[in-house]
């Protein structure tokens, strides 16, 4: 019993005992007595009526007191009796029967619970170390308490009893109904006090409701038992029911609740399970010397299903498919609570053990998430040590995970698996996950939008791995990582939407991941790529030294920034020289932009690549330009950024390039064009002067062009000058491109050389060249042919089919005729030996050769293949100081080496064909 209900009793007592003295005054006098009484204890505001009093009895009603109304009664009636003196006089009273009393109380902590009335409260029973005064039988009816709570207003209904028993024992039995905002408690009490100050009580909870945020509860019933001996608990019970426990979207069948308590031991059972039995819980927990440093163990196994209350209850997604178990234990020691008894709170920091050791393992089964992992499978073991300080918790994780597949935004991912030992700790709501050996992450397969797929498996050692996880965030748990990966070679497939694409191998020294997901916000991230490199063997390209960075936005866009030490043609004779390269690509939801910039050795020849792929419907663009080059002697020189033209030497003049791309699924197009304006430079085989190239391609794939392409070249000189080199022509689109040659030119031995209406292919190594040749000086043409001792004038023409097979040429029956009458001149060893055969008659026709006046005169020249060639001489004719000017026919065969014409030939072919080959390859 508090001090301010003995207050009010004592005060009605020793009022009431001078009551028989002034019986004629007495309603008056005992108003006055008991308002003295209040005041002498500081008691504001009282409010009272004596409505009646006599010799048994009186009443007192409007009871008010405190300065806001704190208690109040609406009639109490006090039972007495004044044949007895002794026990009046003594404050002894028969009965007290309150009815209508309301108690105000305020216990948000802000203010004294009682208000102005708390000064009463001080103390109790056990603490005035006395016995209970003889109490009368104290009767509430009709009895309200009205609080005001952290969690909202509560009102509650009592009516109690509290009796007298033999012995100086105390009796109350009592029922109570609670309704606030959060529900309602509905039940009875009994008590029963031992005059030795033991005391025992039951409590019934008849009938009970709760509605949390978040969850509701539509049954809440059960009793309990408590033993006490001065104010210390010895024995207590509890059997607790919760039926029709519901969150939004699932609801729990029952929990039980079962509290044992003997002496200093305490044990605890308690089961749960949703009513869809998708998630059932178990849990054992002891508690020895609780009352002085206590020390507790815990078991517990859950099991949940897909989609059940759990993954909502701790703010994760939930799978459709799967289901994980936990089983776990755990030891340790809890702060004192005697450390803990003065104070209102005690945070979770402070009653966390102190020396905490335990084991879990959650195993997962064939779990699935839509849309993102179909199949996860795995154990995650978890082996606690002592905590370092109080709050902590220190463990060691082992992870071993598989799924089936897995998909995050535009990645994929087959058979993934993954393998870590963690050491975890844990403070508060916080969980830091750090890995203390090299684990692997593992795929068969991964793709990457419809851009990247693999060929094969791929893995990683992970050598570091530091995983952080909040999950007392109000929006959701959040996780952040930072992951260290070692990649093994990765082979894999650039796609171009027709099932096929660029086949790429691709490594790194070390690839660097960190994020953060957020449950109500997705995922944001950026990998970092340190001395990577690529190889597209196909296509005979490498590429070295790449570091690079991804960033992963939580709107799902990309944005990738690398530079690249080097971009390699690995073919025998490269198509360009290394190149470095540094570039950007962002990826939306409609487009990917990108830009790449590069340079050759030393930043010669600058090019760039910018464009724009767009998602739907998978079309894009792309331009591609080499800066205008000038070449100089001591400068730079084309072989610097084309190595197959490395043996040109001081060359000078001016270059460019340009492309433009454009494609849609399935096709690719584009244009390209090629200047090289007034170069001249020196090769092994020639001196070029003066070459020009205007080259527009309309098409890439195949490569193709408008007719009238044109080359030019001042001069040519391989040993012998080569003057007016042109090239009229057009690039014929085919599975294997070709070169229309629509006239091409070229002045030699005083005469033109001509070709029209040929298609070449610049990949074939067979060429067929029917050389149309126009007003040759015949003198020259015989020195061209390296044969001696023959001169003469006149002009031939005619043709010279070369032919080049495996880069050796040949002339196949050319014939050359002359224009009209001339004088030749013999006086060669060659012709003696074609003429022996003459006998006697050979000297004449020797003489007939020195001063031979033709009409006709032709030539044929048939040289195979590695062989001299056979030169056939037909002349008609005669010589005026020999037989009087006789008509002679000579048809001399001669064997001579036409490679001084040839070469000459070959160079000027060479270098149109170079030129164009070098585009039709760009081309490809």
């Given at each position: 019993m508090t001090r301010a209900a003995k207050t009010i009793l004592l005060a009605l007592g020793a009022s009431l005992a001078v009551t028989a003295l002034c019986v004629v005054y007495r309603a008056p006098l005992l108003e006055s007595l008991l308002r003295a009484a209040l005041a002498v204890r500081e008691v504001p505001n009282v409010m009272l009526r004596v409505e009646s009093v006599g010799w048994h009895g009186a009443v007192i009603a409007d009871l008010a007191l405190g300065s806001g109304g704190e208690f109040r009664a609406r009639r109490i009636a006090v039972a007495y009796d004044l044949s007895a003196p002794g026990e009046l006089l003594a404050g002894r009273l028969r009965s007290v029967t309150l009815e209508g009393v309301e108690l105000a109380l305020d216990l948000r902590g802000e203010r004294p619970a009682l208000g102005s009335l708390h000064h009463l409260t001080a103390g109790s029973d056990a603490e005035d170390g006395g016995p209970i005064p003889p109490l009368p039988l104290i009767e509430f009816k009709d009895a309200r308490v009205r609080a005001l709570t952290p969690i909202g207003p509560v009102a509650g209904e009592f009516a109690a009893i509290m009796r007298p028993g033999g012995g100086g024992a105390l009796l109350l039995s009592a029922t109570y109904a609670i309704e606030a905002n959060l529900g309602r408690l509905s039940g009875e009490l009994e008590a029963n006090r031992a005059p030795d100050g033991r005391t025992e009580a039951r409590l019934v909870l008849a009938d009970g409701a709760l509605d949390l945020p978040g969850a509701q509860l539509s049954e809440l019933r059960g009793r309990g038992a408590i033993g006490l001996v001065g104010g210390t608990p010895m024995t207590a019970s509890l059997d607790l029911t919760l039926g029709g426990i519901a969150i939004p979207g699932a609801a729990f069948e029952q929990a039980q609740l079962t509290l044992r308590m003997a002496g200093p031991r305490l044990d605890l059972d308690a089961a749960l399970a949703t009513a869809d039995g998708k998630f059932t819980a178990h849990a054992r927990a002891g508690l020895d010397d609780f009352l002085g440093q206590p020390r507790g163990d815990l078991t517990l196994e859950a099991e949940a299903e897909a989609q059940s209350v759990i993954w909502k209850l701790l703010a994760l997604p939930a799978p459709t498919a799967g289901r994980i178990k936990l089983v776990a234990s755990a030891q340790g020691r809890l702060p004192p609570l005697a450390d803990l008894r003065d104070r209102k709170t005690a945070t979770l920091t402070e009653l966390r053990p102190t020396d905490f050791t335990g084991g879990a393992s959650l195993r997962l089964h064939n779990m699935t998430f839509p849309d993102q992992v179909e199949g996860l499978s795995g154990e995650v073991v978890v082996n606690t040590d002592a905590p370092d300080a109080p709050g902590e918790l220190a463990a060691a994780v082992n992870l071993t995970l598989s799924a089936a597949s897995f998909s995050q935004d535009e990645l994929q991912a087959t058979k993934l698996a993954l393998a870590q030992t963690f050491q975890i700790q844990v403070e508060d709501e916080k969980v830091a996950l750090n890995s203390i050996n090299n684990g692997k992450i593992s795929a068969d397969e991964f793709q990457y939008g419809l851009f990247l797929a693999s060929e094969g498996p791929v893995s990683a050692q992970v050598t570091a791995n530091h995983i952080k996880i909040d999950l007392g965030n109000p929006d959701g748990f959040v996780l952040t990582h930072d992951i260290n990966l070692a990649p093994d070679e990765i082979h894999a497939r650039v796609l171009d939407g027709d099932g096929g694409g660029l086949a790429v191998a691709a490594r790194a020294k070390q690839v660097r991941a960190t994020g953060t997901y957020r449950a109500d916000e997705g995922y944001a991230g950026r990998i970092e790529v340190v001395d990577g490199g690529l190889a597209a063997p196909d296509h005979q390209v490498e590429a070295e030294r790449l570091y690079a960075t991804v960033e992963l936005a939580r709107d799902n866009t990309v944005a990738l920034d690398f530079t690249l030490g080097a971009l390699r043609h690995i073919a025998d004779t490269p198509m360009l020289a290394p190149l470095s390269l540094r570039g950007a690509l962002r990826q939306s939801a409609e487009a990917i932009d990108f830009s790449v910039t590069g340079a050759g050795p030393d930043g010669v020849g600058e090019i760039s690549l910018t464009g724009r792929h767009r998602t739907a419907p998978g079309a894009g663009t792309a331009q591609i330009a080499l800066t205008p080059l000038s070449f100089a002697p001591g400068g730079a020189q084309p072989g610097t950024l084309f190595p197959a033209l490395a043996d040109l030497r001081d060359v000078t003049g001016q270059a460019r390039a340009e492309a433009a791309l454009s494609w849609i699924p399935k096709a690719v197009t584009g244009t390209a064009a090629l200047t090289i304006e007034n170069v001249s430079l020196t090769s092994a085989a020639a001196q070029i002067e003066g070459l020009s190239l205007?080259?527009?391609?309309?098409?890439?794939?195949?490569?193709?062009?408008?007719?009238?392409?044109?080359?030019?070249?001042?001069?040519?000189?391989?040993?012998?000058?080569?003057?007016?080199?042109?090239?009229?022509?057009?690039?014929?689109?085919?599975?294997?491109?070709?070169?229309?040659?629509?006239?091409?030119?070229?002045?030699?031995?005083?005469?033109?050389?001509?070709?029209?209406?040929?298609?070449?292919?610049?990949?074939?190594?067979?060429?067929?060249?029917?050389?149309?040749?126009?007003?040759?000086?015949?003198?020259?043409?015989?020195?061209?042919?390296?044969?001696?001792?023959?001169?003469?004038?006149?002009?031939?023409?005619?043709?010279?089919?070369?032919?080049?097979?495996?880069?050796?040429?040949?002339?196949?029956?050319?014939?050359?005729?002359?224009?009209?009458?001339?004088?030749?001149r013999v006086r060669s060893d060659y012709a003696k030996q074609a003429l022996s055969a003459a006998g006697e008659s050979a000297e004449l026709l020797l003489q007939a050769l020195a001063d031979f006046h033709y009409q006709e005169l032709s030539l044929t020249i048939d040289q195979p293949s590695e062989n001299l060639a056979v030169l056939g001489l037909s002349m008609l004719g005669n010589n005026p100081d020999v037989l009087e000017g006789y008509p002679f026919r000579f048809n001399i065969n001669l064997e001579t080496d036409p490679t001084k014409l040839l070469v000459t030939l070959q160079e000027a072919y060479r270098i149109s064909n170079r030129a164009i080959g070098q585009m039709w390859m760009f081309g490809r």
């Amino acid at each position: 019993m508090t001090r301010a209900a003995k207050t009010i009793l004592l005060a009605l007592g020793a009022s009431l005992a001078v009551t028989a003295l002034c019986v004629v005054y007495r309603a008056p006098l005992l108003e006055s007595l008991l308002r003295a009484a209040l005041a002498v204890r500081e008691v504001p505001n009282v409010m009272l009526r004596v409505e009646s009093v006599g010799w048994h009895g009186a009443v007192i009603a409007d009871l008010a007191l405190g300065s806001g109304g704190e208690f109040r009664a609406r009639r109490i009636a006090v039972a007495y009796d004044l044949s007895a003196p002794g026990e009046l006089l003594a404050g002894r009273l028969r009965s007290v029967t309150l009815e209508g009393v309301e108690l105000a109380l305020d216990l948000r902590g802000e203010r004294p619970a009682l208000g102005s009335l708390h000064h009463l409260t001080a103390g109790s029973d056990a603490e005035d170390g006395g016995p209970i005064p003889p109490l009368p039988l104290i009767e509430f009816k009709d009895a309200r308490v009205r609080a005001l709570t952290p969690i909202g207003p509560v009102a509650g209904e009592f009516a109690a009893i509290m009796r007298p028993g033999g012995g100086g024992a105390l009796l109350l039995s009592a029922t109570y109904a609670i309704e606030a905002n959060l529900g309602r408690l509905s039940g009875e009490l009994e008590a029963n006090r031992a005059p030795d100050g033991r005391t025992e009580a039951r409590l019934v909870l008849a009938d009970g409701a709760l509605d949390l945020p978040g969850a509701q509860l539509s049954e809440l019933r059960g009793r309990g038992a408590i033993g006490l001996v001065g104010g210390t608990p010895m024995t207590a019970s509890l059997d607790l029911t919760l039926g029709g426990i519901a969150i939004p979207g699932a609801a729990f069948e029952q929990a039980q609740l079962t509290l044992r308590m003997a002496g200093p031991r305490l044990d605890l059972d308690a089961a749960l399970a949703t009513a869809d039995g998708k998630f059932t819980a178990h849990a054992r927990a002891g508690l020895d010397d609780f009352l002085g440093q206590p020390r507790g163990d815990l078991t517990l196994e859950a099991e949940a299903e897909a989609q059940s209350v759990i993954w909502k209850l701790l703010a994760l997604p939930a799978p459709t498919a799967g289901r994980i178990k936990l089983v776990a234990s755990a030891q340790g020691r809890l702060p004192p609570l005697a450390d803990l008894r003065d104070r209102k709170t005690a945070t979770l920091t402070e009653l966390r053990p102190t020396d905490f050791t335990g084991g879990a393992s959650l195993r997962l089964h064939n779990m699935t998430f839509p849309d993102q992992v179909e199949g996860l499978s795995g154990e995650v073991v978890v082996n606690t040590d002592a905590p370092d300080a109080p709050g902590e918790l220190a463990a060691a994780v082992n992870l071993t995970l598989s799924a089936a597949s897995f998909s995050q935004d535009e990645l994929q991912a087959t058979k993934l698996a993954l393998a870590q030992t963690f050491q975890i700790q844990v403070e508060d709501e916080k969980v830091a996950l750090n890995s203390i050996n090299n684990g692997k992450i593992s795929a068969d397969e991964f793709q990457y939008g419809l851009f990247l797929a693999s060929e094969g498996p791929v893995s990683a050692q992970v050598t570091a791995n530091h995983i952080k996880i909040d999950l007392g965030n109000p929006d959701g748990f959040v996780l952040t990582h930072d992951i260290n990966l070692a990649p093994d070679e990765i082979h894999a497939r650039v796609l171009d939407g027709d099932g096929g694409g660029l086949a790429v191998a691709a490594r790194a020294k070390q690839v660097r991941a960190t994020g953060t997901y957020r449950a109500d916000e997705g995922y944001a991230g950026r990998i970092e790529v340190v001395d990577g490199g690529l190889a597209a063997p196909d296509h005979q390209v490498e590429a070295e030294r790449l570091y690079a960075t991804v960033e992963l936005a939580r709107d799902n866009t990309v944005a990738l920034d690398f530079t690249l030490g080097a971009l390699r043609h690995i073919a025998d004779t490269p198509m360009l020289a290394p190149l470095s390269l540094r570039g950007a690509l962002r990826q939306s939801a409609e487009a990917i932009d990108f830009s790449v910039t590069g340079a050759g050795p030393d930043g010669v020849g600058e090019i760039s690549l910018t464009g724009r792929h767009r998602t739907a419907p998978g079309a894009g663009t792309a331009q591609i330009a080499l800066t205008p080059l000038s070449f100089a002697p001591g400068g730079a020189q084309p072989g610097t950024l084309f190595p197959a033209l490395a043996d040109l030497r001081d060359v000078t003049g001016q270059a460019r390039a340009e492309a433009a791309l454009s494609w849609i699924p399935k096709a690719v197009t584009g244009t390209a064009a090629l200047t090289i304006e007034n170069v001249s430079l020196t090769s092994a085989a020639a001196q070029i002067e003066g070459l020009s190239l205007d080259l527009a391609l309309t098409q890439l794939r195949p490569p193709g062009s408008a007719p009238g392409q044109t080359l030019r070249v001042r001069r040519i000189d391989p040993g012998v000058p080569l003057d007016g080199l042109t090239l009229r022509f057009q690039v014929v689109p085919g599975d294997s491109p070709a070169i229309a040659i629509e006239d091409a030119g070229l002045s030699l031995a005083g005469g033109r050389f001509s070709l029209a209406d040929l298609l070449v292919d610049p990949a074939n190594t067979q060429h067929d060249l029917p050389m149309k040749v126009e007003d040759l000086d015949l003198a020259e043409v015989f020195a061209l042919l390296g044969i001696d001792g023959i001169s003469g004038n006149g002009r031939l023409s005619g043709t010279i089919p070369i032919v080049i097979r495996e880069g050796a040429p040949s002339i196949v029956q050319g014939r050359l005729a002359a224009q009209g009458p001339g004088i030749l001149r013999v006086r060669s060893d060659y012709a003696k030996q074609a003429l022996s055969a003459a006998g006697e008659s050979a000297e004449l026709l020797l003489q007939a050769l020195a001063d031979f006046h033709y009409q006709e005169l032709s030539l044929t020249i048939d040289q195979p293949s590695e062989n001299l060639a056979v030169l056939g001489l037909s002349m008609l004719g005669n010589n005026p100081d020999v037989l009087e000017g006789y008509p002679f026919r000579f048809n001399i065969n001669l064997e001579t080496d036409p490679t001084k014409l040839l070469v000459t030939l070959q160079e000027a072919y060479r270098i149109s064909n170079r030129a164009i080959g070098q585009m039709w390859m760009f081309g490809r």
